[in-house]
């Protein structure tokens, strides 16, 4: 409410796991400006905007089975054979995710640049969306349609490559505050949750605001000006070894044309 110390919420919102996890998205982004307030006010924002998108994602992924059971949430923590379905709703959620973060600016920035011309703005999307998706309408399109304009972020002149990156940005962070937090076991199964040294971290980047590049806040994190998806596969490995074993003699993929 005011900048700093009176953070509120107001927000449709149910009583289940989905919206548990978004509570913890949108908390991020207000903890995020909480810890940059005292910072010159141009410097009063993330350190780029995946970052922003990152934070509050990056704490939801602490929200294990355990930690629901340490806050009360479950009475037991359920074994070990949950873990596929867990990982795959996640992975549905973030993995499925990345070719459309990734098309929507793509689409943007030739339309800026002025090498997708008017005429084919529609043709354009389609074509991303067929080459990073692997989907075709399920009618004829014309450029009498204006798809993308679906998506609120275009008409609303938004960028969106924020929420790719962040969904790189969050599992690299975890993984170091893991690693802070002296973790041991697969990744998935990590809640630096009461870790103050692996919070100290995150809030000490947070308190930079924009006041550095964003490579150095990155550093702050996760030692290293990177960025790097491998935190990713970690966190998904026992996933991919049961797709492997699914998806045996299958053919994986589409042609981009
Ligand atoms: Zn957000």
Known sequence: MENSQDLRIKMCIKINAEDFVTIHHELGHNYYQRAYEKQP???RGSANDGFHEALGDTIALSVTPEYLKTVGLIDKVPGPEGDIDFLLQKALEKIAFQPFGLLVD???????TGKTKPADYNKAWWALVRKYQGMKPGNERSENDFD?????????NTPYARYFLANVYQFQFYRSLCAQSGHKGPLHTCSFYGDKAAGKKLGDMMAMGASRPWPEALEAVTGTKEMDATAILEYFAPLKAWLDKQNKGQQVGWKAE
Do not use: E
């Not at 793509?106 to 800026?112: E, I, M, S």
């Open 106 to 112: 793509k689409w943007r920035w030739d339309v800026f």
């Open 148 to 156: 993308p304009g679906a998506k609120y972020h275009i008409p609303g």
């Open 41 to 43: 006010y141009l410097f």
